[in-house]
């Protein structure tokens, strides 16, 4: 092979570069329409231990800064451990509450924001930023990528998740470092999802926070700018 085609591969290296066929592309924008953050309608029931296999690997397929690959997943299945949790999301939240002003804090207390202790497990998913070693490829200049990656790995692991009928809900409502001294998560190593899985009653068919009257989702024109930032942002939205 010559030092060209080491560079950039072999015409017979490379896969189809073909759309999908419409019934396997329709499935992957149904994932993606369909998937929804699920907190108040977990049911009890164990997950497939193949199911959850899967959806690690999808998030494990994830990009990643330098393919530095920064992620761990930590399955929380036991009680005891979640509870612990779920007393860090109920003084989080309170403090949370209190921050917006009256009327809004009153609707803010009537939503329910975590499922915990009632979905079969949690996943803590964090991001190491010296995974790729004392330079990362990519990494040199923007010293956020290693979370952008895990993130990356986490939307993979919801949407398959989605597509295997198990349910995804995000709480973020921590305190960081409670949540690493309960899981033995070392100082150096950022908490970046904490999750909470398992088979659900139904999903909603829209978000939950626009059906409770919270906020609306913006129609997508409003996100897309030509050539430059033209943002029209409602002060008191
Ligand atoms: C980084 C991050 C953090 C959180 C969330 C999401 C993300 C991306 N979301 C879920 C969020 O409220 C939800 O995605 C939106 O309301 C949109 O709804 P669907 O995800 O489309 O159902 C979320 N939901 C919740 O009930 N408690 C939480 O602490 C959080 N935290």
Same mark, same amino acid.
């Given at each position: ?33 369909t ?6 309608e977990? %049911? ?26 920064p ?33 809004k ?9 975590e ?41 993979? %692991? ?24 309960? %899981? ?10 904490? %999750? ?21 989702r ?20």
């Amino acid at each position: 092979m010559s030092r060209i085609e080491q560079k950039s591969g072999t015409a017979n290296d490379l896969t189809s570069g073909e759309a999908f066929a419409p019934a396997e592309r329709d499935a992957v924008y149904r994932a993606i329409a369909t998937r929804r953050d699920v907190r108040g309608e977990f %049911l009890p029931d164990p997950l497939c231990e193949n199911a959850l296999s899967r959806i690690l690997a999808a998030a494990h397929q994830a990009p990643s800064v330098g393919l530095s690959q920064p992620w761990d997943f930590i399955l929380v299945r036991d009680r005891e451990t979640r509870s612990r949790i779920a007393e860090i999301f109920a003084r989080a939240n309170e403090e949370a509450a209190k921050r917006f002003p009256a009327q809004k804090q009153a609707q803010y207390r009537t939503l329910k924001l975590e499922g915990i202790l009632s979905a079969p497990l949690n996943i803590c998913v964090t991001s190491d930023p010296a995974r790729g070693g004392p330079v990362i490829l990519g990494a040199t200049h923007m010293a956020d990528t290693d979370l952008f990656s895990t993130v990356c790995a986490i939307q993979n %692991l919801w949407l398959a998740a989605r597509a295997e009928g198990i349910g995804v809900g995000w709480v973020s409502i921590l305190h960081e470092d409670q949540v690493k001294s309960v %899981l033995g998560i070392p100082d150096r190593i950022r908490l970046v999802g904490y %999750l909470c899985l398992g088979h659900v009653r139904g999903f909603h068919d829209r978000p939950e926070l626009e059906k409770r009257g919270w906020r609306r989702r913006d129609d997508v024109k409003k996100h897309v700018h030509e050539e430059k930032w033209n943002v029209q942002h409602d002060p008191d939205d």
